[in-house]
């Protein structure tokens, strides 16, 4: 080759070593008169790596991240998310001087705010509009715990995907989710969701009764578990009997979901809507909490997740203050608990009062008279007078202006989150009830109960708040530590997991109680 041509250099792999072969560096690599053997073993051609042998760029940066976090003494956590239950988190992890902890959020002053209580390093972003910025973020840390929306878990999963990093989150594991789990195996991280309240600590605990009961060689015949978030009761005097601490969309539409459960063998499914009303049960235990209670979701699932295929009854339910389901059953005849698009509620509509939009609701002219309005209110109620006067008691039939929205439930929702929000001073309050039918190897039927009662704490953390938060941030610290070797996307259903949370939570002030009764 003449020597005035361009030279490039191509580093060959054989079998014992390497050596060197000269091209023209003016023609591309697959242009040159080279053997398929030739062509397969060239590792790099003008200093840039073949196609064949680009993953060996990725090793290297895999093994250059693994160098930087390892040289740090310090276990990087990066926590989306500054919304309720975010402060136990960050204080529980906090207690460990060798955790540096970053905060993402695009709420300004709640991270400002968080950031003169706690020693973090703020980074002020929009998740969803920044996919890049939130990759680079997550490929230096050494755990990620998601606060944000469910909707969202995906997104910062497969950052973590990508990066190699463990992730955890108190919110369901969804269907999205669900779909990333060979991807998770794949990458040989561990993802574990349902670490909160409900879902979380009612998986735990019915874990390690079930699998304290199997270690006897116990059954299980029966299990019915149902937990609420709720206002103490001293603050609980209004039409829902209830108060909203963030926006309440998802809890007024979950009422408009079904629900099936399995109760004496036979599988029930509960209609959502109006009819949900129907499937509401009054609860005799603490009875001078004066509880209902209405089943959520899929209950029947849970034989194969716990292991239970021998039950006969199967149900997971949402508790409340009695008055509750009727107040909001009234919403929904009225048409307040729609989603869909509402032009009238846009910015650019003229200002609508909600007795204006009532109005158009039960279909007379807004400007009818307030009389009027009550009577085509109480017809569409089907003549419910309790339902009328919890709407009045609202202001739902009066000239407050209804907040933009792009539905009449969004909002309705920003109306409630400020109308039936926790004043200063206020508590929350969580009540769980698990119960267990139990047959032993004898024959006996044990009937085994667990309760949990959690009060917020004036100027602290709320109950929802240490429920959720504490376990999540245990489980986080877990992972930290190396006391969860388990990989994949997984909940808390292990005795690996769940046996030291349910010992710690003691510690925060969440006690649960257990009693049995045995019959022949």
């Given at each position: 080759?003449?020597?005035?041509?361009?030279?490039?250099?191509?580093?060959?792999?054989?079998?014992?070593?390497?050596?060197?072969?000269?091209?023209?560096?003016?023609?591309?690599?697959?242009?040159?008169?080279?053997?398929?053997?030739?062509?397969?073993?060239?590792?790099?051609?003008?200093?840039?790596l073949?196609?064949?042998?680009?993953?060996?760029?990725?090793?290297?940066?895999?093994r250059?991240?693994?160098?930087?976090?390892?040289?740090?003494?310090?276990?990087?956590?990066?926590?989306?998310?500054?919304?309720?239950?975010?402060?136990?988190?960050?204080?529980?992890?906090?207690?460990?001087?060798?955790?540096?902890?970053?905060?993402?959020?695009?709420?300004?002053?709640?991270?400002?705010?968080?950031?003169?209580?706690?020693?973090?390093?703020?980074?002020?972003?929009?998740?969803?509009?920044?996919?890049?910025?939130?990759?680079?973020?997550?490929?230096?840390?050494h755990l990620?715990?998601?606060?944000?929306?469910?909707?969202?878990?995906?997104?910062?999963?497969?950052?973590?995907?990508?990066?190699?990093?463990?992730?955890v989150?108190?919110?369901y594991?969804?269907?999205?989710?669900?779909?990333?789990?060979?991807?998770?195996?794949?990458?040989g991280?561990?993802?574990?969701?349902?670490l909160?309240?409900?879902?979380?600590?009612?998986?735990?605990?019915?874990?390690?009764?079930?699998?304290?009961?199997?270690?006897?060689?116990?059954?299980?015949?029966?299990?019915?578990?149902?937990?609420?978030?709720?206002?103490?009761?001293?603050h609980?005097?209004?039409?829902?009997?209830?108060?909203?601490?963030?926006?309440p969309?998802?809890?007024?539409?979950?009422?408009?979901?079904?629900?099936?459960?399995?109760?004496?063998?036979?599988?029930?499914?509960?209609?959502?809507?109006?009819?949900?009303?129907?499937?509401?049960?009054?609860?005799?235990?603490?009875?001078?909490?004066?509880?209902?209670?209405?089943?959520?979701r899929?209950s029947?699932?849970?034989?194969?997740?716990?292991?239970?295929?021998?039950?006969?009854?199967?149900?997971?339910?949402?508790?409340?203050?009695?008055?509750?389901?009727?107040?909001?059953?009234?919403?929904?005849?009225l048409?307040?608990?729609?989603?869909?698009?509402?032009?009238?509620?846009?910015?650019?509509?003229?200002?609508?009062?909600?007795?204006?939009?009532?109005?158009?609701?039960?279909?007379?002219?807004?400007?009818?008279?307030?009389?009027?309005?009550?009577?085509?209110?109480?017809k569409?109620?089907?003549?419910?007078?309790?339902?009328?006067?919890?709407?009045?008691?609202?202001?739902?039939?009066?000239?407050?202006?209804?907040?933009?929205?792009?539905?009449?439930?969004?909002?309705?929702?920003?109306?409630?989150?400020?109308?039936?929000s926790?004043?200063?001073?206020?508590?929350?309050?969580?009540v769980?009830r698990?119960?267990?039918?139990?047959?032993?190897?004898?024959?006996?039927?044990?009937?085994?109960?667990?309760?949990?009662?959690?009060?917020?704490?004036?100027?602290?953390?709320?109950?929802?708040?240490?429920?959720?938060?504490?376990?999540?941030?245990?489980?986080?610290?877990m992972?930290?530590?190396?006391?969860?070797?388990?990989?994949?996307?997984?909940?808390?259903?292990?005795?690996?997991?769940?046996?030291?949370?349910?010992e710690?939570i003691?510690?925060e002030?969440?006690?649960?109680?257990?009693?049995?009764?045995?019959?022949?």
């Amino acid at each position: 080759m003449p020597r005035s041509l361009p030279c490039n250099v191509i580093y060959l792999l054989p079998i014992s070593s390497s050596f060197q072969i000269l091209s023209d560096a003016t023609q591309p690599l697959e242009s040159q008169n080279f053997s398929p053997v030739v062509r397969d073993a060239v590792i790099t051609s003008n200093g840039i790596l073949t196609d064949k042998y680009k993953y060996i760029q990725k090793l290297r940066e895999s093994r250059e991240r693994a160098q930087s976090l390892s040289m740090g003494t310090k276990k990087k956590v990066l926590v989306l998310g500054t919304g309720y239950v975010s402060e136990p988190v960050l204080e529980y992890l906090s207690r460990d001087n060798n955790i540096e902890i970053t905060v993402g959020s695009d709420l300004r002053n709640q991270i400002e705010q968080l950031g003169k209580k706690y020693n973090i390093n703020p980074v002020i972003m929009d998740i969803s509009k920044q996919e890049e910025k939130l990759a680079s973020l997550v490929a230096k840390q050494h755990l990620v715990i998601s606060l944000l929306p469910y909707v969202l878990h995906p997104l910062v999963a497969k950052a973590c995907i990508k990066s190699k990093v463990n992730m955890v989150t108190a919110s369901y594991i969804t269907p999205a989710l669900k779909e990333l789990e060979k991807s998770v195996d794949d990458a040989g991280i561990t993802v574990i969701g349902e670490l909160g309240l409900d879902p979380g600590l009612d998986h735990m605990l019915a874990m390690e009764t079930i699998d304290k009961a199997k270690e006897v060689g116990a059954t299980i015949e029966s299990y019915i578990s149902y937990c609420g978030g709720l206002p103490a009761p001293e603050h609980s005097d209004n039409p829902l009997r209830y108060k909203f601490s963030w926006s309440p969309v998802g809890v007024l539409m979950n009422i408009m979901q079904s629900a099936t459960y399995l109760l004496n063998g036979k599988v029930v499914n509960a209609e959502g809507g109006v009819a949900f009303l129907d499937a509401v049960t009054p609860m005799d235990y603490y009875p001078g909490l004066n509880l209902e209670g209405y089943p959520n979701r899929d209950s029947t699932k849970y034989a194969e997740i716990y292991g239970i295929s021998s039950a006969h009854t199967l149900l997971r339910g949402t508790l409340r203050y009695k008055g509750y389901a009727k107040a909001l059953n009234g919403l929904v005849k009225l048409g307040l608990i729609n989603r869909d698009a509402f032009p009238a509620l846009r910015p650019e509509a003229k200002p609508l009062t909600w007795k204006e939009l009532l109005c158009d609701l039960v279909g007379i002219p807004p400007s009818s008279t307030q009389d009027a309005l009550k009577e085509a209110v109480l017809k569409k109620l089907g003549g419910d007078s309790t339902q009328l006067e919890a709407a009045e008691r609202l202001g739902l039939l009066g000239d407050e202006q209804v907040p933009r929205a792009e539905s009449v439930v969004d909002a309705l929702s920003k109306y409630l989150a400020m109308k039936l929000s926790y004043g200063p001073g206020e508590k929350d309050m969580i009540v769980m009830r698990d119960s267990f039918g139990i047959r032993h190897p004898s024959g006996h039927l044990e009937n085994k109960t667990i309760d949990l009662v959690v009060y917020g704490d004036i100027n602290g953390f709320s109950a929802m708040a240490k429920t959720v938060g504490f376990p999540t941030a245990m489980a986080a610290k877990m992972l930290l530590d190396g006391e969860i070797h388990a990989k994949g996307l997984i909940g808390p259903f292990s005795k690996e997991i769940y046996g030291p949370i349910l010992e710690r939570i003691k510690a925060e002030g969440i006690i649960y109680t257990t009693q049995s009764t045995i019959k022949p």
